[in-house]
């Protein structure tokens, strides 16, 4: 019997073990899928990633905002370094500035990169014109912040440890990527979809930036004449998420966690003298630039004044992000076409007050005529102070300080050098790679 | 109680003592030589048996040497049982099987029920009882959270993260690992036995998950053969914060905020008197930044009261209980055991309580007479309920602050000063509750195949369920921007290990052989769930889910809903010889494979071979009364490590998440490395064990040496390619050094005897190599240093400037330029070392009289430091986020204030200063805010008095004692903070809740 027992447990182990061992290689997750099961059914799911990505850690209303704290447009005791233009490379809110848009780059190279291989395929034309869109439009933050940037088109071995290239490699590489997008993608439906107008919008951006009016000029024609935008009378739905306005070009929307965050959460009054807001309330727009809105300019309900938390004075809060919790944020809309054909029609020599004039008219503020100015100079002095009016806290306000000269003076006016117009590198790259270029007077 | 009456062939009554604590000792074998004739002892450690007149017996229980006496003189008085300090036929514990305590060539070390009992051990969980028991053992509770577990390092540590250098818990057999049971699942007063592994010799049959140590729990079990025995143990006591740190009161608080912007003020002024160097835009900016900061010193208005907010948030005398009962016996086929406890203990700071039940029923059945079956299950119920930990409001509280909460008109918490909350308003947000249910529970049967072949089939499995809920009132601070929220989330765990194997034991003339061989299958699923609501009414006493108006933000349901498997597999084989227990040798092999790896890195070998010499065998020794035991013994072997690697990282992965409520792909933030392999650990040790003047003094002494290769870590990655860290083995890492463990007792049978014993442990930790010398081994705290490891140092270190005072002229701080260049940055930080101890040990001593028995232990840890990250938070002037300035630690007091100070504390201010010129200057990460955090501590004291048995016996009681205990009773450290003992395994101390005082009084009574 014993024998027999034994032979018969040997047996039993023998079969049961050789059975168990296979499942080794049936182990597989349920919520990830392995890089060979990307198709082109699921590619934009991977656009939308990328838009995760550039939202995610719900961090956006932080980076968003930074710039404009930085210009003249805010003043801030919450965040004073960035207020002061003097950045520590190791500050807890910087990571997220150059993190984030990597992140986004990193999931839309996934999409140029299996579309690649299907060159002329119209069924994922929709996906890589987006994705093009989102790696320009997050070179161009990284840009704007940093200057030069280390240029990642996928494929590369996580382990490398490249050099920045040069700003002109970058603005090369986001010029390439917007024309792309403008040639894949179809005509505006909506401001969460990427469209031609989006990426030709943004090209007419960094042209005017880059000097190259009269491309700037093209571009924001093309995006006033394709018919599909056009001024709105209730200027505070272009920043609800929920509405789509017309004015509205691209926006990105953020799952949050509560109505706490998105960018009311870093200009918001908070709570003092009976107001219940979001925000510190220390975070305040210039006085002087509130005063300059007209009585009757529907701009103007867009601050509040009351006291500052942490200062004895009354000051202006900007109020119009609404507090949501899919809080939305502009890449580009329909009144910078506008104001970018004013501007660079004045930069040629030509006082052309029409699409200036049109927009002031929709926001209820007094319109001018060419001959009220000497000089298209002249002229060009009002636009910006209507560009600051117009797109305060939407971060365009510290590429326009640069580009009308504003720029070093401020900061030297802080005892800062002038190169402290770009932020530091996170100190987190150096402990990685102690060979990268630091931006100039910045420590690593 | 002593022997009484020996006629021929009558019965012989007598009575087995402790000869130490000369309490009875129940159990224990009465064995007359020469026959098959035999006795347990009762209770009261009485035996009854049938004997002839010249009869010789043999006496013997666990724990106790064996003692030869004459039937004929038992009548006189007690047999007195003197307690082994090694006992050589003891059974030890390894894996899968034991051996006997002298034919055991390894370096392991066991741990007894006694030091486990609940006056010995405040805590729910058993690992804080080995806190200064074994030699290279360190034990340290990062948090005095109830409930909160420590972390315990066996001889070092390999790794940076604490779950990967934890040791692998193996109890009864069930493995405990990549699974959410937790060391306090177990109660520590169902524990018979707990064995540390330290060498690669007796770890590798563990093989893969062996390479940290092993620590084998052996649950208590009924003795076959033994009348039933009902005990109850409790205790009563309390929790209190052994020592504390005060925040600055309303008027240093004021003082600080005046002279950081009067500073500065002064600075601007001192420029603007030069306007020659300044351009126009720099005067007005200046200009405008002192108008600033005038209006800031104009707006603070304080309140006339001040309260020490830490203090304020004190539980004192927060409750702890325990209590356990258990019965046991055994018929001559079975044997059985089962209990029930309950541990609560409230938080010392916050709110809080922890409250465990566990229950355990272990039966034996020998079914005939080659089929044994045992069972056995465990079943636990953890709550830990009304968690708030408010010691970072309270920090962070200005001093004036009011008494109470500010409310709105609506009865929402309002805020005092800026958006800064309330600590008590904070402390009302603690309406949660996790409440895990843990089943643990094993099948397994012993069959007899031949004489010297048996087969084991053993099931082990762990379920583990645990839901937490968790709500915050639209009243509250957290819900007010949601209409409340209630969080619920959970996990599902099941976890299983199949072991078969054989066993082989025989003895050919004076040479012993035994082997083991078998197949061990081990899958692990583990699954989480989650979701939120949203939108509740502001109604009192509403709290339920179902109140809810909408579910909520669709951000955390990726994070909060995924499933984890592995499944890993593994043959091993163990053989062992011994010639007359003198001389020894083992060797063992092992192989193992995981799913978490690729196919071709699956698999890995893990062998070991070891061997011992004990030389009191020898002729030249034998009966010698001086020396008991000489052993020698060295072993070496190769053990590995596969916890630091997440369940699908070797795999390339998008994860399927959500984006704005729609589907998304997006690249996982670790990437994959297809090529990632086993770490293994390369061991040596050579120890020896001594035992003198009758077992009076005992010694081991070990020395190892174990190498880690193929480290593996999640190595960071440059954010420029969207992800954060990829798995690799990116280096070595050496351990070496020495644990001793000591012993001396008093002369057995004494009126007055003691006992000391004191081990410990010196290691030596050392990064030996990275495979790319730019490797950053560690974790990033934002804003405090980066930690993080250097070749040729120990592993744990920070990257800090060094400080070189406050400069007595500016008030601010002088870093040291490393490299000279007239710049301060990366290049000139220097990494310290602040983890790791070097020297860590215990010594208990304990001293009886009569029926009292005193007990103490110290714990000594000595050469690591903390960094204190919320002392270098603090130091920042300006207003936080929440906009207002948070109130400091009282060592700002010290701050220097004018020119000649000699101080260590720089002076405050706001915006640019110091030689750098930035605003983080005097609080940039450096060495002021490293603490020397070695420590003594009396971890433990008791006293127990024995109600004598004459006494008992008239209310049928067989045992009963009484005694008073205390838990960490005074610390004698540098460190200013709360305790050195409660950082994070990092070396980093931020919000961590002290480890609590406890004073107890408790009795034991056994029926």
């Not at chain 2, 809810?548 to 163990?574: M, Q």
């Not at chain 2, 990366?826 to 010594?843: E, H, Q, R, S, Y």
Request: glycine letters at 8%; proline letters at 4%; one cysteine or more.
């Amino acid at each position: 019997m014993k024998k027999h027992t034994l032979l018969y447990f040997a047996a039993i182990a023998t079969i049961s073990f050789s059975a168990c061992s296979k499942q080794l290689d049936e182990v597989a997750p349920d919520t990830k899928i392995g890089f060979s099961q990307l198709s082109k059914n699921n590619l934009p799911l991977v656009v939308n990633g990328a838009k995760l990505a550039l939202t995610n850690n719900n961090a956006f209303y932080l980076y968003y905002a930074f710039q404009d704290i930085m210009s003249d447009d805010f003043q801030s005791l919450t965040f004073p370094t960035y207020d002061n233009n003097n950045i520590a490379p190791n500050d807890n809110s910087l990571p997220v500035v150059y993190r984030q848009p990597y992140q986004c780059i990193a999931n839309a190279n996934m999409v140029i990169q299996y579309a690649s291989g299907f060159p002329g395929d119209s069924t994922i034309s929709a996906s890589l014109g987006e994705a093009y869109l989102l790696r320009a439009f997050s070179y161009m933050l990284l840009s704007e912040c940093f200057g030069d940037a280390a240029i990642i088109k996928g494929g590369e071995d996580p382990k490398s440890r490249p050099a920045r290239s040069p700003l002109t490699a970058v603005n090369q590489l986001i010029e390439a990527d917007l024309k792309a997008a403008a040639t894949l993608l179809a005509d505006y439906t909506s401001p969460v979809a990427g469209s031609k107008q989006a990426a030709q919008l943004l090209l007419s951006r960094i042209y005017l930036n880059q000097g190259r009016n009269d491309e700037a000029l093209a571009q924001a024609t093309a995006v006033i004449s394709s018919g599909k935008f056009s001024l709105q009378s209730n200027y505070a739905d272009i920043f609800k998420s929920q509405v789509n306005s017309a004015e509205a070009v691209y926006k990105i929307n953020e799952t949050s966690t509560s109505t706490f965050y998105g960018l009311p959460a870093v200009f918001g009054p908070g709570t003092y003298n009976g107001v219940n807001m979001s925000g510190s309330g220390n975070t305040w727009a210039d006085s002087n630039l509130v005063k300059s809105y007209e009585p009757a300019d529907v701009r103007r309900t867009c601050f509040l004044r009351t006291k500052g938390a942490a200062i004895i004075d009354s000051v202006y809060f900007l109020t119009k992000f609404p507090a949501e919790i899919t809080p939305s944020y502009m890449v580009c809309r329909y009144s910078e076409a506008l104001l970018i054909v004013a501007e660079a029609n004045a930069r040629k020599g030509i006082t052309d007050v029409s699409t200036y004039n049109q927009l002031r008219t929709a926001r209820k503020a007094s319109t001018v005529s060419s001959s009220d100015f000497s000089s298209p100079a002249a002229f060009l002095a009002v636009i910006e102070q209507e560009r600051r009016r117009e797109f305060i806290g939407e971060r365009l306000r510290w590429s326009d300080m640069r580009r009308f000269g504003k720029m070093d003076g401020w900061l030297q006016s802080f005892g800062q050098p002038i190169t402290h117009a770009l932020m530091p590198l996170p100190s987190r790259e150096f402990f990685i790679n102690p060979d990268l270029a630091q931006n100039a007077d910045y420590s690593k | 109680m002593s022997g009484a009456s020996v006629y021929a062939q009558q019965v012989l009554k007598g009575t087995v003592k402790d000869a130490v604590s000369r309490q009875p000792v129940p159990g224990a074998t009465v064995k007359v030589i020469g026959s098959s004739k035999g006795a347990t002892t009762n209770e009261k450690g009485e035996f009854e048996l049938n004997v002839p007149v010249n009869a010789q017996l043999q006496i013997s229980s666990v724990g106790f040497e064996n003692v030869i006496v004459a039937a004929s003189i038992i009548q006189a008085s007690p047999v007195w049982l003197k307690i082994r300090a090694i006992n050589l036929t003891d059974a030890v514990v390894v894996g899968y099987g034991t051996q006997q305590r002298g034919k055991v060539t390894n370096a392991i070390s066991t741990v007894k029920s006694d030091a486990l009992s609940p006056e010995k051990n405040i805590a729910s969980d058993f690992g804080k009882a080995l806190t200064g028991r074994v030699a290279g053992v360190f034990v340290a509770s990062k948090d005095g959270s109830p409930g909160g577990t420590p972390n315990i390092l066996i001889r070092g540590a390999q790794s940076v993260n604490a779950a990967s250098t934890n040791p692998l818990i193996v109890i009864d057999g069930l493995i405990v690992e990549g699974s959410t049971i937790s060391i306090n699942n177990i109660n520590p007063q169902d524990i018979e036995s707990i064995e540390v592994l330290k060498d690669a010799a007796s770890v590798a049959i563990y093989g893969a998950r062996g390479s940290t140590g092993v620590i084998i729990v052996t649950t208590k079990k009924g003795r076959m053969n033994s009348k039933p025995a009902f005990s109850i143990n409790m205790y009563t006591g309390v929790n209190n914060v052994p020592t504390s740190r005060h925040m600055l009161n309303t008027e240093e608080y004021s003082s600080a905020f005046l002279d950081a912007r009067n500073n500065r003020i002064g600075d601007i002024n001192t420029l603007l008197s030069d306007p020659g160097n300044l351009t126009p835009g720099k005067i007005s900016q200046l200009t405008n930044e002192k108008q600033t900061l005038q209006s800031q010193v104009n707006g603070l208005q304080m309140a006339d009261r001040s309260t020490d907010w830490i203090d304020r948030v004190k539980n004192k005398n927060a409750p702890v209980n325990n209590i356990q009962a258990s019965m046991s016996g055994g018929g001559d086929r079975n044997n059985y055991y089962m209990s029930l406890g309950r541990y609560a203990e409230e938080a010392t700071i916050g709110t809080g309580n922890f409250e465990r039940y566990t229950g355990r029923l272990d039966v034996t059945q020998q079914v005939n007479n080659w089929l044994k079956i045992n069972g056995n299950i465990n079943i636990t119920q953890s709550v830990r309920k009304n968690f708030n930990n408010p010691l970072v409001a309270a920090f962070n509280a200005r001093p004036d602050t009011p008494e109470d909460p500010v409310l709105n008109p609506d009865g929402s918490l309002g805020y005092y000063v800026g958006q800064q909350q309330h600590p008590l308003g904070v402390m009302m947000d603690n309406n949660n509750k996790d409440r895990n249910n843990v089943y643990l529970g094993g099948l397994s049967a012993d069959i007899k195949l031949l004489q010297d072949l048996s087969f084991r089939s053993s099931f082990n499995a762990t379920k583990f369920n645990d839901l937490n809920t968790v709500f915050y009132p639209p009243t509250g601070y957290l819900g007010a921007f949601n209409k409340g929220v209630l969080k619920n989330s959970g996990v599902d765990n099941f976890s299983y290990n199949f072991d078969n194997y054989f066993t082989y034991t025989k003895k050919v003339s004076r040479l012993g052989i035994n082997a083991t061989l078998g197949y061990t299958f081990y899958n692990n699923q583990l699954n989480y769930f989650g979701y939120e609501l949203n939108g509740f009414p502001k109604i009192d006493g509403i709290t339920g889910g179902g109140a809810g108006s909408t579910y909520g933000s669709a951000f955390a349901i990726g994070s909060n809903n995924t499933s984890n498997k592995e499944v890993s597999d593994a043959y091993f084989l163990r053989t062992g010889l011994d010639w007359e227990g003198k001389y020894l040798l083992n060797a063992s092999i092992r192989r193992d494979g995981s799913s978490k790896l690729n196919a071709g890195n699956r698999y890995s070998w893990f062998p070991a071979v070891s061997a011992g010499w004990d030389i009191a065998r020898e002729n030249f020794l034998a009966g010698s009364r001086l020396v008991n035991q000489l052993k020698i013994r060295s072993s070496y072997g190769i053990s590995g490590n596969i916890r630091p690697l997440g369940y699908f990282d070797a795999q390339n992965l998008l994860n399927a998440t959500s984006y704005v409520n729609n589907p998304a792909l997006m690249l996982n933030t670790v990437i994959g490395n297809p090529n990632i392999r086993w770490e293994r650990t390369k061991q040596v040790d050579a120890g020896i064990d001594v035992s003198l003047l009758g077992n009076r003094l005992t010694l081991a002494a070990d020395y190892y040496n174990k190498t880690t290769d193929g480290l593996m870590s999640n190595n960071d990655i440059s954010w420029i390619y969207g992800a954060s860290s990829i798995p690799d083995n990116i280096g070595s890492i050496r351990n070496y050094g020495a644990d001793l463990e000591l012993a001396l007792s008093s002369r057995a049978g004494a009126a007055f005897s003691w006992k000391v014993e004191t081990n410990m442990n010196i290691n030596r930790n050392q990064l030996l190599s990275l495979k790319d010398s730019l490797t950053t081994y560690g974790a990033y705290v934002f804003g405090g240093p980066m930690t993080k490891a250097k070749v040729g140092q120990s592993l744990g270190s920070v990257q800090v400037y060094e400080s070189l005072g406050v400069d007595p002229q500016t008030g601010d701080m002088l870093y040291k330029d490393q490299n000279k260049d007239g710049k301060w940055d990366n290049n000139d930080m220097i990494t310290v070392p602040v983890a790791l101890p070097t020297f860590t040990g215990g010594t208990n001593i304990t001293l009886s009289y009569k029926n009292f028995t005193i007990d103490a232990l110290f714990n000594y840890v000595v050469g690591n430091k903390v960094y204190d990250f919320y002392e270098q938070t603090l130091r920042n002037y300006s207003p936080d986020f929440y906009g207002v300035m948070p109130n400091k630690f009282d060592i700002i007091n010290k701050r220097w204030k004018q020119k000649g100070d000699i101080t260590d504390v720089p002076r405050a201010i706001t915006g640019p200063h110091g030689a750098g010129q930035t605003a983080d200057w005097n609080y940039r990460p450096s060495t002021q805010f490293i603490y020397n955090a070695s420590y003594v501590r009396l971890r433990n004291i008791s006293l127990s008095y024995n109600i004598p048995t004459a006494v008992l016996s008239k209310v049928k009681i067989s045992r009963a004692r009484i005694y008073a205990s205390a838990q960490n009773v005074f610390t004698i450290t540098k460190y200013i903070g709360f305790d050195p003992e409660a950082a994070a395994n990092n070396g980093i101390v931020s919000s961590n809740l002290p480890n609590p005082r406890a004073a107890v009084v408790g009795i034991d009574l056994s029926f």
